[in-house]
Protein backbone atom coordinates (compact mmCIF):
# COMPACT_ATOMS: atom_id res chain seq x y z
CA UNK A 1 0.00 0.00 0.00
CA UNK A 2 2.78 2.39 0.73
CA UNK A 3 4.12 1.83 -2.76
CA UNK A 4 0.96 2.12 -4.16
CA UNK A 5 -0.18 5.26 -2.49
CA UNK A 6 3.21 6.91 -3.52
CA UNK A 7 2.36 6.22 -6.75
CA UNK A 8 -0.87 7.87 -6.85
CA UNK A 9 0.73 10.80 -4.78
CA UNK A 10 3.13 11.40 -7.93
CA UNK A 11 1.02 10.60 -10.57
CA UNK A 12 -1.62 13.76 -8.82
CA UNK A 13 1.31 16.02 -8.52
CA UNK A 14 2.10 15.45 -12.36
CA UNK A 15 -1.19 16.12 -13.59
CA UNK A 16 -1.54 19.74 -11.08
CA UNK A 17 1.71 20.82 -13.26
CA UNK A 18 -0.01 19.76 -16.28
CA UNK A 19 -2.60 21.63 -15.64
CA UNK A 20 -0.73 24.78 -14.55
CA UNK A 21 1.62 24.23 -17.52
CA UNK A 22 -1.53 23.70 -19.84
CA UNK A 23 -2.98 27.98 -18.52
CA UNK A 24 0.32 29.11 -19.23
CA UNK A 25 1.92 28.22 -22.37
CA UNK A 26 -2.28 27.64 -24.02
CA UNK A 27 -3.75 25.74 -26.09
CA UNK A 28 -0.95 26.47 -29.02
CA UNK A 29 1.88 26.88 -26.76
CA UNK A 30 2.72 30.40 -27.51
CA UNK A 31 2.42 31.42 -23.90
CA UNK A 32 -1.29 33.48 -24.95
CA UNK A 33 -4.45 32.11 -23.32
CA UNK A 34 -7.52 32.83 -25.26
CA UNK A 35 -10.78 32.50 -23.93
CA UNK A 36 -13.85 31.89 -26.18
CA UNK A 37 -16.45 34.95 -26.82
CA UNK A 38 -19.84 34.51 -26.78
CA UNK A 39 -22.49 37.58 -27.59
CA UNK A 40 -23.70 39.54 -24.33
CA UNK A 41 -21.94 37.31 -21.98
CA UNK A 42 -18.13 37.04 -22.06
CA UNK A 43 -15.68 38.34 -24.12
CA UNK A 44 -11.80 37.61 -24.50
CA UNK A 45 -8.77 37.79 -22.34
CA UNK A 46 -5.30 38.15 -23.61
CA UNK A 47 -2.43 38.06 -21.53
CA UNK A 48 1.16 38.73 -22.35
CA UNK A 49 4.54 39.62 -20.53
CA UNK A 50 7.77 40.96 -22.34
CA UNK A 51 10.92 41.25 -20.81
CA UNK A 52 13.64 43.73 -22.32
CA UNK A 53 16.91 43.44 -20.67
CA UNK A 54 18.18 43.73 -17.29
CA UNK A 55 15.97 45.69 -15.52
CA UNK A 56 13.97 46.05 -18.75
CA UNK A 57 10.38 46.99 -18.70
CA UNK A 58 7.27 43.92 -18.01
CA UNK A 59 4.32 44.86 -19.58
CA UNK A 60 0.78 43.46 -18.89
CA UNK A 61 -2.09 44.26 -21.05
CA UNK A 62 -5.30 42.92 -20.52
CA UNK A 63 -8.75 43.47 -22.18
CA UNK A 64 -12.28 42.68 -22.16
CA UNK A 65 -15.10 42.98 -24.26
CA UNK A 66 -18.68 41.74 -23.96
CA UNK A 67 -21.54 42.78 -26.90
CA UNK A 68 -24.51 44.27 -25.44
CA UNK A 69 -23.20 44.30 -21.92
CA UNK A 70 -19.92 46.93 -21.77
CA UNK A 71 -15.77 46.85 -22.37
CA UNK A 72 -13.28 47.86 -20.65
CA UNK A 73 -9.45 48.07 -21.30
CA UNK A 74 -6.28 48.71 -19.18
CA UNK A 75 -2.52 48.53 -19.67
CA UNK A 76 -0.10 49.23 -17.12
CA UNK A 77 3.79 49.17 -17.25
CA UNK A 78 6.60 46.75 -15.27
CA UNK A 79 8.53 48.13 -12.26
CA UNK A 80 10.57 51.19 -13.59
CA UNK A 81 8.33 51.58 -16.82
CA UNK A 82 5.41 53.35 -17.82
CA UNK A 83 1.87 53.16 -17.12
CA UNK A 84 -1.68 54.16 -18.86
CA UNK A 85 -4.95 53.27 -19.68
CA UNK A 86 -8.19 54.17 -20.08
CA UNK A 87 -11.45 52.23 -18.93
CA UNK A 88 -15.03 52.43 -18.96
CA UNK A 89 -18.12 50.65 -19.85
CA UNK A 90 -21.30 51.15 -22.06
CA UNK A 91 -23.98 49.69 -21.17
CA UNK A 92 -27.09 48.42 -22.50
CA UNK A 93 -29.00 50.58 -20.33
CA UNK A 94 -27.34 53.80 -21.54
CA UNK A 95 -24.35 53.36 -19.59
CA UNK A 96 -21.32 56.12 -20.59
CA UNK A 97 -17.46 55.58 -20.43
CA UNK A 98 -16.21 56.68 -17.81
CA UNK A 99 -13.36 58.68 -19.16
CA UNK A 100 -13.43 60.97 -22.34
CA UNK A 101 -10.10 60.20 -24.57
CA UNK A 102 -9.99 61.15 -27.78
CA UNK A 103 -8.22 57.66 -28.72
CA UNK A 104 -11.45 55.14 -27.58
CA UNK A 105 -14.65 57.98 -27.29
CA UNK A 106 -17.01 58.70 -30.42
CA UNK A 107 -21.02 60.04 -31.25
CA UNK A 108 -22.43 56.50 -30.62
CA UNK A 109 -21.25 56.02 -27.19
CA UNK A 110 -21.36 58.83 -24.23
CA UNK A 111 -18.26 59.48 -22.08
CA UNK A 112 -18.14 61.00 -18.63
CA UNK A 113 -15.15 63.26 -17.45
CA UNK A 114 -14.50 65.41 -14.28
CA UNK A 115 -12.75 68.59 -13.43
CA UNK A 116 -11.88 70.55 -10.30
CA UNK A 117 -11.72 74.37 -9.18
CA UNK A 118 -9.87 76.16 -11.61
CA UNK A 119 -9.58 73.07 -13.83
CA UNK A 120 -11.10 72.52 -17.61
CA UNK A 121 -13.37 69.73 -19.17
CA UNK A 122 -12.48 69.15 -22.47
CA UNK A 123 -14.70 66.90 -24.55
CA UNK A 124 -12.56 66.22 -27.81
CA UNK A 125 -13.41 66.39 -31.33
CA UNK A 126 -16.17 63.82 -32.61
CA UNK A 127 -16.89 62.80 -29.12
CA UNK A 128 -20.19 62.47 -26.83
CA UNK A 129 -19.60 63.85 -23.61
CA UNK A 130 -21.03 65.02 -20.24
CA UNK A 131 -18.58 67.05 -18.41
CA UNK A 132 -18.60 67.65 -14.63
CA UNK A 133 -17.09 70.24 -12.55
CA UNK A 134 -16.53 69.42 -8.78
CA UNK A 135 -16.55 72.77 -7.70
CA UNK A 136 -17.59 76.50 -8.72
CA UNK A 137 -14.61 77.22 -11.00
CA UNK A 138 -14.36 75.12 -14.01
CA UNK A 139 -13.51 76.14 -17.39
CA UNK A 140 -16.10 73.71 -20.16
CA UNK A 141 -14.72 73.35 -23.57
CA UNK A 142 -16.41 71.21 -26.60
CA UNK A 143 -13.78 70.86 -29.54
CA UNK A 144 -15.19 70.88 -32.94
CA UNK A 145 -18.10 68.55 -34.48
CA UNK A 146 -18.58 67.38 -30.35
CA UNK A 147 -21.75 66.32 -28.62
CA UNK A 148 -21.65 68.34 -25.04
CA UNK A 149 -23.12 68.87 -22.28
CA UNK A 150 -21.25 70.82 -19.39
CA UNK A 151 -21.32 74.00 -16.76
CA UNK A 152 -19.04 76.73 -15.84
CA UNK A 153 -18.52 79.43 -13.49
CA UNK A 154 -16.41 81.70 -11.11
CA UNK A 155 -15.58 83.64 -14.20
CA UNK A 156 -14.33 80.40 -16.42
CA UNK A 157 -15.96 80.12 -19.95
CA UNK A 158 -17.90 77.85 -21.67
CA UNK A 159 -17.03 77.51 -25.21
CA UNK A 160 -18.17 75.56 -27.87
CA UNK A 161 -16.22 74.99 -30.93
CA UNK A 162 -16.96 75.15 -34.68
CA UNK A 163 -19.24 72.52 -35.54
CA UNK A 164 -20.17 71.16 -32.01
CA UNK A 165 -23.35 70.67 -30.18
CA UNK A 166 -23.42 72.21 -26.79
CA UNK A 167 -25.99 72.94 -23.72
CA UNK A 168 -23.76 74.59 -20.62
CA UNK A 169 -25.63 75.70 -17.73
CA UNK A 170 -23.63 78.33 -15.24
CA UNK A 171 -22.58 76.98 -11.33
CA UNK A 172 -22.22 80.63 -9.89
CA UNK A 173 -20.21 83.70 -10.03
CA UNK A 174 -19.73 85.19 -13.21
CA UNK A 175 -20.18 82.95 -16.53
CA UNK A 176 -19.66 83.56 -20.05
CA UNK A 177 -20.74 81.51 -23.15
CA UNK A 178 -19.43 81.07 -26.28
CA UNK A 179 -20.96 79.44 -29.59
CA UNK A 180 -18.02 80.01 -32.22
CA UNK A 181 -20.04 79.10 -35.13
CA UNK A 182 -22.03 76.63 -37.57
CA UNK A 183 -23.18 75.26 -34.00
CA UNK A 184 -26.63 73.71 -34.61
CA UNK A 185 -27.39 73.79 -31.01
CA UNK A 186 -26.14 75.99 -28.06
CA UNK A 187 -27.38 76.79 -24.97
CA UNK A 188 -26.50 78.08 -21.96
CA UNK A 189 -26.66 80.59 -19.12
CA UNK A 190 -24.77 83.44 -18.55
CA UNK A 191 -24.49 85.53 -15.13
CA UNK A 192 -22.72 88.13 -12.89
CA UNK A 193 -21.12 90.63 -16.36
CA UNK A 194 -21.70 87.64 -18.25
CA UNK A 195 -21.56 87.63 -22.06
CA UNK A 196 -23.46 84.80 -24.00
CA UNK A 197 -22.17 84.34 -27.97
CA UNK A 198 -24.08 83.04 -30.54
CA UNK A 199 -21.53 82.59 -33.30
CA UNK A 200 -22.03 83.19 -36.99
CA UNK A 201 -24.83 80.79 -38.87
CA UNK A 202 -25.63 79.30 -35.26
CA UNK A 203 -28.66 78.32 -33.49
CA UNK A 204 -28.41 79.48 -29.53
CA UNK A 205 -30.97 79.76 -26.70
CA UNK A 206 -29.40 81.55 -23.96
CA UNK A 207 -30.87 82.27 -20.27
CA UNK A 208 -29.70 84.86 -17.89
CA UNK A 209 -29.00 84.21 -14.25
CA UNK A 210 -28.27 87.18 -11.67
CA UNK A 211 -26.49 90.21 -12.31
CA UNK A 212 -26.17 91.55 -16.04
CA UNK A 213 -26.45 89.99 -18.62
CA UNK A 214 -25.05 90.90 -22.22
CA UNK A 215 -26.07 88.54 -25.62
CA UNK A 216 -24.20 89.11 -28.63
CA UNK A 217 -25.80 87.08 -32.00
CA UNK A 218 -23.15 86.72 -34.71
CA UNK A 219 -24.11 87.06 -38.61
CA UNK A 220 -26.43 84.89 -40.43
CA UNK A 221 -27.62 83.06 -36.60
CA UNK A 222 -30.67 82.55 -35.35
CA UNK A 223 -30.84 83.44 -31.29
CA UNK A 224 -32.93 84.14 -28.39
CA UNK A 225 -31.53 85.46 -25.64
CA UNK A 226 -32.37 87.38 -22.07
CA UNK A 227 -30.33 90.77 -20.80
CA UNK A 228 -31.05 92.74 -17.62
CA UNK A 229 -29.25 95.02 -15.06
CA UNK A 230 -27.66 97.10 -18.24
CA UNK A 231 -27.59 94.76 -20.38
CA UNK A 232 -27.61 94.87 -24.40
CA UNK A 233 -28.92 92.41 -26.69
CA UNK A 234 -27.22 92.94 -30.17
CA UNK A 235 -28.82 90.97 -32.91
CA UNK A 236 -26.10 91.22 -36.39
CA UNK A 237 -26.47 91.56 -40.02
CA UNK A 238 -28.80 88.82 -41.13
CA UNK A 239 -29.41 87.27 -37.95
CA UNK A 240 -32.57 86.57 -36.87
CA UNK A 241 -33.41 86.99 -33.21
CA UNK A 242 -35.41 87.37 -30.15
CA UNK A 243 -34.95 88.82 -26.88
CA UNK A 244 -36.41 89.17 -23.57
CA UNK A 245 -35.52 91.66 -20.44
CA UNK A 246 -35.39 90.02 -17.01
CA UNK A 247 -35.56 93.15 -15.37
CA UNK A 248 -33.69 96.58 -14.94
CA UNK A 249 -32.05 98.59 -17.57
CA UNK A 250 -31.94 96.33 -21.66
CA UNK A 251 -30.50 97.37 -24.43
CA UNK A 252 -32.02 95.83 -27.60
CA UNK A 253 -29.97 96.54 -31.69
CA UNK A 254 -31.17 95.08 -34.82
CA UNK A 255 -28.02 96.01 -36.80
CA UNK A 256 -29.53 95.38 -39.99
CA UNK A 257 -30.75 93.31 -42.63
CA UNK A 258 -32.21 91.02 -40.00
CA UNK A 259 -35.58 89.63 -41.29
CA UNK A 260 -36.85 89.23 -37.69
CA UNK A 261 -35.39 91.20 -34.65
CA UNK A 262 -37.82 91.24 -31.43
CA UNK A 263 -36.59 92.94 -28.05
CA UNK A 264 -37.95 94.29 -24.81
CA UNK A 265 -36.28 97.38 -23.55
CA UNK A 266 -36.62 98.85 -20.03
CA UNK A 267 -35.87 101.58 -17.34
CA UNK A 268 -34.20 104.03 -19.89
CA UNK A 269 -32.92 101.29 -22.69
CA UNK A 270 -32.91 101.87 -26.15
CA UNK A 271 -34.52 99.94 -28.41
CA UNK A 272 -33.23 100.02 -32.27
CA UNK A 273 -33.80 99.11 -35.67
CA UNK A 274 -31.39 99.79 -38.25
CA UNK A 275 -32.16 99.22 -42.56
CA UNK A 276 -33.80 96.59 -44.02
CA UNK A 277 -34.74 94.77 -40.47
CA UNK A 278 -38.08 94.11 -39.88
CA UNK A 279 -38.58 94.51 -35.86
CA UNK A 280 -40.97 94.71 -32.96
CA UNK A 281 -40.38 95.85 -29.57
CA UNK A 282 -42.09 97.06 -26.65
CA UNK A 283 -40.98 98.60 -22.73
CA UNK A 284 -40.77 96.39 -20.08
CA UNK A 285 -41.37 99.61 -17.30
CA UNK A 286 -40.15 103.02 -16.77
CA UNK A 287 -39.05 105.44 -20.09
CA UNK A 288 -37.96 103.80 -22.98
CA UNK A 289 -36.52 104.96 -26.52
CA UNK A 290 -37.04 103.47 -30.11
CA UNK A 291 -35.64 104.29 -33.06
CA UNK A 292 -36.48 103.47 -36.30
CA UNK A 293 -33.78 103.69 -39.18
CA UNK A 294 -34.58 103.99 -42.74
CA UNK A 295 -36.05 101.18 -44.75
CA UNK A 296 -36.74 99.47 -41.81
CA UNK A 297 -39.95 98.39 -40.62
CA UNK A 298 -40.77 98.85 -37.24
CA UNK A 299 -43.78 97.89 -34.84
CA UNK A 300 -43.98 98.89 -31.39
CA UNK A 301 -46.12 97.91 -28.81
CA UNK A 302 -47.05 100.38 -26.17
CA UNK A 303 -47.91 98.40 -23.65
CA UNK A 304 -50.20 98.94 -20.57
CA UNK A 305 -48.91 102.26 -19.45
CA UNK A 306 -49.23 103.44 -23.08
CA UNK A 307 -45.79 104.17 -23.45
CA UNK A 308 -46.07 106.07 -26.65
CA UNK A 309 -46.23 109.96 -25.49
CA UNK A 310 -43.97 112.01 -27.52
CA UNK A 311 -43.23 113.72 -24.25
CA UNK A 312 -42.05 110.96 -21.97
CA UNK A 313 -39.87 108.61 -24.65
CA UNK A 314 -40.85 107.23 -27.25
CA UNK A 315 -40.38 106.54 -31.33
CA UNK A 316 -38.46 107.80 -33.62
CA UNK A 317 -39.37 106.96 -37.20
CA UNK A 318 -36.88 107.76 -39.78
CA UNK A 319 -38.03 108.84 -43.16
CA UNK A 320 -37.97 105.79 -45.29
CA UNK A 321 -39.04 103.09 -42.39
CA UNK A 322 -42.38 101.71 -42.17
CA UNK A 323 -43.44 102.39 -38.37
CA UNK A 324 -46.36 100.87 -36.58
CA UNK A 325 -48.00 101.76 -32.54
CA UNK A 326 -50.12 99.63 -30.98
CA UNK A 327 -52.13 101.83 -28.73
CA UNK A 328 -54.25 101.03 -25.87
CA UNK A 329 -56.56 104.17 -27.05
CA UNK A 330 -57.34 103.02 -30.04
CA UNK A 331 -55.04 105.01 -31.81
CA UNK A 332 -55.62 108.27 -31.05
CA UNK A 333 -53.55 111.31 -31.12
CA UNK A 334 -52.20 111.62 -27.93
CA UNK A 335 -50.99 108.03 -28.66
CA UNK A 336 -48.02 109.04 -31.19
CA UNK A 337 -44.43 109.44 -32.37
CA UNK A 338 -41.94 111.82 -30.80
CA UNK A 339 -41.32 112.33 -34.91
CA UNK A 340 -42.16 110.84 -38.38
CA UNK A 341 -40.01 111.51 -40.93
CA UNK A 342 -42.73 110.63 -43.48
CA UNK A 343 -44.51 113.34 -42.61
CA UNK A 344 -48.28 113.18 -40.12
CA UNK A 345 -48.89 109.62 -38.56
CA UNK A 346 -52.44 108.71 -39.34
CA UNK A 347 -54.54 106.02 -37.70
CA UNK A 348 -55.26 102.62 -38.92
CA UNK A 349 -57.37 99.92 -37.96
CA UNK A 350 -57.13 98.06 -34.87
CA UNK A 351 -55.74 100.55 -32.87
CA UNK A 352 -52.20 101.30 -34.57
CA UNK A 353 -51.20 104.23 -35.45
CA UNK A 354 -48.55 104.82 -38.71
CA UNK A 355 -46.21 106.47 -39.56
CA UNK A 356 -46.25 105.79 -43.51
CA UNK A 357 -48.53 102.88 -44.95
CA UNK A 358 -50.88 101.35 -42.63
CA UNK A 359 -50.12 97.46 -41.81
CA UNK A 360 -51.64 95.38 -44.78
Known amino acids: MGAIGFAWRRAAAFLAVLGVASCILGRDGTGIFNSAATSGAGGA ?86 MECLGTGCTALCEANSLCTGKCGGNKPCTCKAGANCTFG ?113 CLTGKCDTHCFANSTCTYDCGPNDNCKPSGGGVVCESGATCWLKCNDNGAASCDFVSCGNGASKKCNNGIRACGACPP
Not at 215 to 234: D, E, I, P, W
Not at 264 to 270: D, E, F, I, L, Q
Open 170 to 282: CLGGTCDVNCLGNNKVCDGTCAMNGTCSCGPNSTCTFSCGPGQCDVACGAGSTCAGSCSSNGTCSCAANASCKFKCEGGKCNVKCDGNNPVCSGTCSTNGKCECLANSTCAFD
Open 45 to 130: LTISSAATGTGGDVTLASSAKATGAGGATAAAGGTGGTASGTGGMTGAGGGCLNTCDAATCSMQNCCKTQCMNGGTCTCPANCNCN
